[in-house]
Nanobody
Framework: EVQLVESGGGLVQPGGSLTLSCAVSGFTFSNYAMSWVRQAPGKALEWVSTINSGGTSSSYANSVKGRFTDSRDNAKNTLYLQLNSLRTEDTAMYYC?????????????????RGQGTQVTVSS
């Protein structure tokens, strides 16, 4: 059974930082790209980033580029998202999503496995 468990969210002031983690099981993590997506209250799901299976290439939404960095440790079956220079508009539930190949993810598909999410709240 595919399982993804996010952690690391919390309340942080604008300009602050957080590191999110996503621990996975039930599939060969090193064979699949992974994504982060987020959903703010009352808004649609938004793609944040995608990292390939080897961790050598990442892409980011324009809204987070230069502030967020994803990474992975294939030996630990864990995906990370480093959030820096946080803004109030980054407040959302953050989810990790499993890819369908080494380089691709369909993060917005309802069929894509995602975790239960971790809440990030940016507020003074």
């Amino acid at each position: 059974e595919v399982q993804l468990v996010e952690s690391g969210g919390g309340l942080v002031q604008p300009g602050g930082s957080l590191t999110l983690s996503c621990a996975v099981s039930g599939f060969t993590f090193s064979n699949y790209a992974m994504s982060w997506v987020r959903q703010a209250p009352g808004k649609a799901l938004e793609w944040v980033s995608t990292i390939n299976s080897g961790g050598t290439s990442s892409s980011y939404a324009n809204s987070v580029k230069g502030r967020f960095t994803d990474s992975r440790d294939n030996a630990k079956n864990t995906l990370y998202l480093q959030l820096n220079s946080l803004r109030t508009e980054d407040t959302a539930m953050y989810y990790c999503a499993k890819g369908n190949s080494e380089n691709t993810v369909l993060p917005m598909s309802p069929l894509t496995p995602r975790g239960q999410g971790t809440q990030v709240t940016v507020s003074s």
